[in-house]
C-alpha cells in the first residue's frame, strides 16, 4: 500500500495536487518497483486526478517503468565517452552473465538493465547507477565486483 | 486597450487578449484545429501560424498575447507554405479514408486541405492500424486521431471528468481511456463536438447519412431547465442526431448527455399512435371522435352530478407554455375548476415560497454566469451537475477563474470531487448547517455594520442561539474547525452566492432550508441575486407561471393526489405521478377510486395504464411551442418533425374538447395563443425583507427499525420519467440501482449488483445495489426514473414542503435470485 502519508507531505509542497503528481508517481515506482495499473489506480485515488490523467502522465516519462523490474535497477550510459571506454562490451557482459537484455529482467528477478542517456560522469566513463548507487570508472572485473554486492 | 494592425487594418482590442482572440472578434480568419475557446491556449497544431512584423519566427496567433502596436499578417506566401506543410505532416498518418467517414464535409481537417493543399505528400510512413474502440454511446476511430487534444482537454479542464487522455509519447501517442478500456464516463458527448476530425463520433448517428443531405433547424432541450440550444440534424423528416453549436443559445453550444442523446424519446416504440378508451376492463384504440365525446359527456356528467370542485387536473413541466394555458383555460373556463396544479408543487413552489416570505420575492430567475466573479460559492446538498448540467459547469468555469467552490454534500458528487473544498455532512442537515453560519454572522456582528433590519431579527438571533459550531458539528457530522473556518470565509467574503436544487425528485431539503439560506443571505446583505434555485424541468417554471396552480382556492396537488375521495375526475397532462411522486401507493388507491381518470401523454405511462381513456399527445418536436427556462426567458420550439400517428399537440386537444362541450375558447390558431403566451410575465412582489426564524424539526427519524435513511433524485444521464423512453440514453443506463456505501454493504453482507430488499413503513421494493463510495455510512441514493423499481412505494409526501427523508431498513434479497417482483 502507498503509504498515505508520505502522499499527504508530497501534496503539501504543491499549490495544486496536478502537481504532486510527479513525486507521487515516484513514490509508488519506489514503492512496487513498477507502476502497475493498480499503483497507478491508487495514485488516482491518492491525489483526487482521474486514471486517465495518471496514465498520460506515467506513460509520458521515460524513467517511469510500466514493466516489472528486478530488485535492482542497472542504469548504464553508453553515451558518447562511456562507449568509447568500453560500455557497450559491458552492456554485453550483462547479457552473457545474467542473461540481461536493455530494457529487461533476469530471470530470478534480481537485476534490470536500462540503458542512459549520459548520466554526467564523463570524466570517469564509463559509468553506471544501480538504484540510488553511482559507480563510475568501471571495467569487466570491476562491473563484477560491484554487482556481486547486490544480491 | 491596445491598438494592432491586422492585415492592415487597425483594431483596437483588450489588453491580454491573444491575437487569434482579436482576428476573430474582427472576423479575420485564420485555420485552426486545437484551439477551442472554452479552453486554455495549447499550441498544439501550429495551424493558427501568423507574422508577426519584427518577429524571426512565426508566432502561433493562439497562444500570443497581443501587444501595443503590433503588425500581423495572416495570409502570406510564408504561411501558406507553413499551414501548407503542417496539413502535409498530418496527412503522414492520418487515413484518407473519407469515403466512409462520418465527418467527411463538415471536417476541419477535410476543409483546411483542400484550402491549403498539398494534393501528395513527400513523406510515407505506416499509418495506423488500430482497432475502433466502441462504448454505449461514443465511437472512437484512434487511426483518424490528430492529437490535437481538445477532446481530452474539454473532457478534463471544461467538464471537469477526465475519463481519457493522451497516452505514451511521440508516434506511438494515443488517446484512451487510462487502461484502453471500454469508455466509461458521463456520455455528454463534448468531446464528439470538439473534434475537428472524424476520431470520434456518435454511435446512433455512425452511417446514418453524410453531412451534406442533411439539414439543421434549431431548437429548446426537453429536459432540464437550463434550456439550451440544441441544433438538430434531421434527413428525410427524421432527427438524425443533435449538436452544440458554438456560441449559440445560452448554453453557448455545451450539451449534456441528455440534450445530446435524448431526443429519440420521440421515437420509442411506446409512443401512443390513437386514443384508447376503456371498454369492458379492456384498453381499446378508438378515433379521437369517439373519444373525445365519451370525455365530454363524463366530465359533463360529474360536473352536473358532483359539481366543478370534483374535477382536477395535474400539469406537466415538460409540455409548452401554450399546451398549459389551454388546460387552466379548459378547466377554468369550461369545466369552472380551479382544481389545478402539477409537480412544481412537490418542489420548485416551495422554493418560490420560502423566497416570498423571506426576500419578499414571487419569482427569482437564475442567472447561468452567475457563479463567475464571485468569491466564494455554496453548492448545498445539491448535485448540480447531473440535475442542471450546463449551470453546473459555470461552477467549474468559476473555479478556473478563482472562485473557491465549497460543496457541503454527503454524496460524492463531481462539484464535491472537482471543487475546492468538500465538507461531507449527514443528508438533510443542511438547514442546521446554515442556521450555524448564521448564528456565526450575528456573533460577528456583520449585520450592525451593514445595519441590516427586518422584520423577525430578533426571534432569528433568539432561535439560532443554540446553533453553535460544536452543536452545529454534533449535528452534521462536520468537523468544528473545519465548519468554523468555512463559515468564517463565506461571511467574510467580498461576493458570494449560495445555490441549492429544490427538485420534486429530491427529499432531502425543504422549505425550511429557503428560508434558512435566505436569512443567511438577507443578514449578510445580499439580495436575491445570491440565491441560485434553477427551477426543475423544461418548463416548470412556465407552467406555474401560465396558471398551473390553483389561484382561487382550488385544490392543489396534495388535495388532489393524497386525499382520499376529494375528486371524482382527474385529468392528467404528461406527468406520471406513479412514478415521479411520492407515497405512489396512496396516489394509486386514489386514482383508483376516481369515476373518471383522463390521461394525456406521448406513452402509455404507469398512470396511463389505470386511466378511462388515454389521449395521444405530440411531442416536443412535433410541435410549435416555447418553454420559459430557469432564467425566466421564454424560448421558441419549432415544429420540426411530423406528429407520430394520430397523435396531436396538447393544447389542440383541449380546443377540441372544449368545441365538443359547446364551449368556443376563441382559440383557433397557435399564432393567437402565441401572443397570448408572451403576454405572461413573472409576478413582482413587495421586497419586502422578513427573517424566518429556525423551524428546522431535527435529525431525520432513523430509529433501530429502520436504521438508514433513503435520499431520492435525479441521475445524470436522467431526468424525471421522460429520459427512459430514449433508447439511446437507455445504453447506458436502463436498470434502476440503489447505491449504498461500502460500509454498510459489509454490515448487512451486501454484494454489488445483488439485489437488496429495501423496506420503509410505507412498503418494500427490490433493487439492485450499487455499493459505491459516493455514499456515505447511513444513507441510501436511488433514483426515480424507473417505473420498474417503484421506488415511490416507500417515500412519503411532505405536505409543509419540509425536508422528509426516508427511513428504511435493508438486506439481502430473501432467496437471492429469481425475479424481483417479489
Known sequence: MLDREKVREI???????????????????????????????????????????????????????????????????????????????????????????????SEDGRFSLMIMECIGACDRAPAMLVNEDYHPDLNEERIMTILEGYK | MIELTIDGKLIQAEKGSTI????????????????????????????????????????????????????????????????KTVLELLLVHHPLDCPICDKAGECDLQDLAYQYGPSEGRFYAERKHDPEATSPLIERNPNRCILCGRCVRVCWEHQGVGAINLIGRGFNTKISPAFEETLDCEFCGQCVDACPVGALGTKPYKYRARAW???????????????????????EGKILRVRGMDGVGVNEGDLCGKGRFGFDFIYSEGRLTKPLLRKNGEFQEVDWEEALYYIAERLRDIKETHGPEKIGAIGSARTTLEDDIMLARFFREVLGSDNIDSSARLGYAWALKGMEDTLGIKSNPVSLNSPIGKEVVLVLESDITSTHPIFGLKFLEAMHEGTEVIVVDPRKTKLARRGNRWLRNRPGTITPFLYGITHLAMKEGVHLKKDITAEGLDELEDGLREYTPGKVSELTGIDEDLFREVALRFINAESRLLTL????????????????????????????????????????????????????????????????????????????????????????????????????DIRLSETGKLAHVVLPASSWAEKEGSFINSQGIRQMLPKVVSTTGDSIADWKIFRNIARVMGHDLGTVEFSQLKEEAGKIVPEEG???????????????????????????????????????MSKSL????????????????????????????????????????????????????VPLHFAHARVNLLTEVSRDGKALLTPVRIGPRKGNGGSPAG
Not at chain 2, 442533411?214 to 441544433?231: A, F, M, N, Q
Not at chain 2, 425543504?510 to 439580495?527: P, W
Not at chain 2, 434502476?736 to 461500502?742: D, E, L
Request: charged letters at 25%; one cysteine or more; hydrophobic letters at 40%.
Open chain 2, 730 to 781: 437507455s445504453h447506458v443506463l436502463s436498470d434502476a440501482f440503489v447505491q449504498i456505501s461500502p460500509e454498510d454493504a459489509g454490515r448487512f453482507r451486501i454484494g454489488d449488483g445483488e439485489f437488496i430488499e429495501i423496506t420503509s413503513p410505507k412498503g418494500t421494493v427490490y433493487i439492485k445495489a450499487r455499493v459505491s463510495d459516493e455514499i456515505p455510512e447511513g444513507m441510501l441514493f
Open chain 2, 213 to 235: 443531405f442533411l439539414e439543421s433547424t434549431d431548437t429548446i432541450c426537453p429536459y432540464c431547465s437550463v434550456g439550451c440550444t440544441l441544433t438538430l440534424d434531421l434527413r
Open chain 1, 11 to 105: 501534496v503539501r509542497k504543491y499549490p495544486e495536487r496536478r502537481g504532486a503528481l510527479l513525486p507521487a508517481l515516484h513514490l509508488a515506482q519506489k514503492e512496487y518497483g513498477w507502476l502497475s495499473p493498480e499503483a497507478m489506480k491508487e495514485v488516482s485515488r491518492a491525489l483526487n486526478l482521474p486514471e486517465a490523467t495518471v496514465k498520460g502522465v506515467a506513460t509520458f516519462y521515460a524513467m517511469y517503468r510500466r514493466v516489472p523490474a528486478g530488485r535492482h535497477l542497472i542504469q548504464i550510459c553508453t553515451n558518447v565517452a562511456c562507449m568509447i571506454f568500453g560500455a557497450e562490451r559491458l552492456v554485453d557482459l550483462l547479457k552473457e552473465r545474467y542473461g540481461l537484455e536493455p530494457g529487461g529482467t
Open chain 2, 501 to 600: 436544487t429544490l427538485g420534486a425528485a429530491e427529499n432531502q431539503k425543504g422549505l425550511e432550508t429557503i428560508h434558512a439560506a435566505a436569512n443567511l443571505l438577507m443578514l449578510l446583505g445580499e439580495g436575491p441575486e445570491a440565491l441560485q434555485i434553477p427551477s426543475d424541468y423544461s418548463n416548470t417554471y412556465g407552467a406555474w407561471l401560465a396558471g398551473l396552480r390553483p389561484l382561487s382556492g382550488g385544490k392543489d396537488l396534495y388535495g388532489m393526489l393524497y386525499t382520499p375521495g376529494s375528486l371524482k375526475a382527474l385529468y392528467v397532462m404528461g406527468e406520471d405521478p406513479l412514478v415521479t411522486m411520492p407515497d405512489a401507493g396512496t396516489i394509486e388507491e386514489n386514482l383508483k377510486d376516481l369515476e373518471l381518470l383522463i390521461v394525456q
Open chain 2, 20 to 83: 487569434l482572440q482579436i482576428a476573430k472578434a474582427n472576423n479575420i480568419k485564420i485555420p485552426h484545429l486545437c484551439w477551442d475557446r472554452r479552453l486554455k491556449p495549447y499550441g498544439g497544431c501550429r495551424l493558427c501560424l501568423v507574422e508577426v512584423e519584427g518577429q524571426r519566427k512565426l508566432l502561433a496567433a493562439c497562444s500570443t498575447p497581443a501587444e501595443n502596436g503590433m503588425v500581423i499578417k495572416t495570409d502570406t506566401p510564408v504561411l501558406r507554405k507553413a499551414r
Open chain 2, 686 to 724: 413587495t421586497r419586502k425583507w422578513r427573517f424566518i426564524p429556525p423551524e428546522w424539526e431535527g435529525l431525520a427519524r432513523t430509529t433501530e427499525e429502520y436504521p438508514i435513511l433513503m435520499v431520492t433524485g435525479n441521475i445524470m444521464q436522467h431526468s424525471g420519467s421522460l429520459s427512459v
